[in-house]
């Protein structure tokens, strides 16, 4: 198994946690709440979305979407549990799900996460005022300004860390291949170096037979003349 397939298996299961957790505490939100309205079709939504979540991870855990899959599948819960309860900390699951979205360093994948929420949120406020579901008006517009700034701060985030992961890489990248051209350019230049090293080597075989061939001939000539003188 290479490292992109280990770490995939990891961000799988990550996510899962993650979502689990989610539902988990949405369903004891849900069961521990005054209002018990609606109470079967939020607990109805909640138990499906950890079913289809267990079976979508077992699965997708080495795919790629199943990363996605999980998220996605937090939308309906997130939707039915806030538009269907009076109690407007419902919202709260919101921050989770915000959090869940930094994890995957994709801006365009929060930005969606974010108008979700926030449309939910809205249609929230309306419904709060249009079915004068309690009182606490104030309460619930500070909640939608809250949503708001989470997603607000959750683009934010994401975007730097995103920009810096590609900056990040693209530096190393960079530096990989000005890395190997040096190594091309030394390598190159050894070529040369051990070229004319032979071409040296070869000079040298050259200029000792020459001295050799030259000695030679001087010592026939030595004994030439040594046997004319003798004669």
Known sequence: MNLKSKQLL???????????????????????????????????VIVLT?????????????????????????????????????????YSLMYMIMLALIFFLDFTLAAKGCVVALVTQVINT????????????????????????????T?????????????????????ANAQAKTSGTVLQSSDNIATQIENAQELVRNLTDSVQQSNSSANEISSSTKMTAEA
């Open 126 to 153: 309306i419904l709060y005022f249009v079915l004068k579901r309690g009182t606490d008006y104030h309460q619930i517009i500070v909640q939608l300004i809250f949503s708001v700034v989470a997603c607000s701060t």
């Open 155 to 175: 683009l934010i985030i994401v975007e730097i860390l995103e920009r810096h992961n590609k900056e990040d890489l693209d530096f190393i990248l960079d530096s």
């Open 50 to 90: 950890l079913i289809f979540q267990c079976i979508g991870y077992a699965k997708t855990r080495g795919k790629l979407y199943g990363l996605h899959l999980q998220t996605y599948s937090l939308v309906p819960l997130f939707m039915v549990v806030v538009l269907t309860s009076r109690d407007i900390y419902m």
């Open 10 to 44: 990891e961000k799988n299961k990550k996510i899962f946690m993650i979502a689990v957790l989610i539902d988990v505490t949405a369903f004891l939100i849900t069961t521990f709440s005054v209002d018990k309205s609606l109470y079967l079709v939020r607990a109805a």
